[in-house]
């Protein structure tokens, strides 16, 4: 089952329709795991609450493409649900999900509900903090692989972000970003100004049916 909110404008006036707070339990199959995902609308979450559509985009292209996950060293920002960087854990990651301290609640809750029966391949997936551009220097920068998925549609975030993303990735981590391209939010902006100006960016995938890039990004040697 796939249940993602509407994307043509996930970010409505303040309407009260998150007045009230309910869950709603989602079980998605990638890269043959299957997740139960829980969605918790109200509570101040906002957009941190669905899955959308862009995280399962990311975890899709990881599976074509054959990424390798085992092993390896990962932070995903803004994981919201925590569906990226949990089919990570699940598939030998070491992961690390970051997100606003308001809905660390969320993330821990569906790290705990996809537990594998055998217990994680690698560790539990760890869940902090971050607010870009703020605490980012509490966090190492010797990952493999930084993930973010659709956090990128405040304009006013943009420069946080490329502050938080070269710390991360200092030593050589490598960058997936999946977004859907919201010209309103100056998403293409991002990838177009902001991102170049620290790291080597390259389009790797593009539906151009739900509108989403997947761009994969390094730190620029000069910097």
Known sequence: MTCVADEDDPFPADDGLFSDTFSQESVYSLLGEELSIRQVFGANLGVAAPVWEAALHLCRYFGEQSVQLAGKRVIELGAGTGVVGILAARLGAEVTLTDLPLALSQLEVNV??????????????????????????????????????????????????????????????????????????????FYEEHLPSRFNVELVHRDDKQNNNIYKASLRTDQ
Do not use: Q
């Not at 971050?130 to 980012?136: R, V």
């Not at 946080?160 to 391209?181: D, F």
């Open 112 to 189: 705990s509900a996809n537990m594998p029966s055998s217990g994680w391949p690698s560790s539990p997936p760890s869940v902090l903090p971050l607010s870009w551009g703020e605490d980012h220097m509490n966090f190492p920068s010797d990952w493999d692989l930084v993930l973010c998925a659709d956090i990128i549609y405040l304009p006013e975030t943009y420069p946080l972000l490329v502050e938080t993303l070269t710390h991360l990735c200092k030593n050589g981590a490598s960058v997936y970003l999946s977004s859907k391209m919201r010209k309103e939010h100056e998403t293409p902006s």
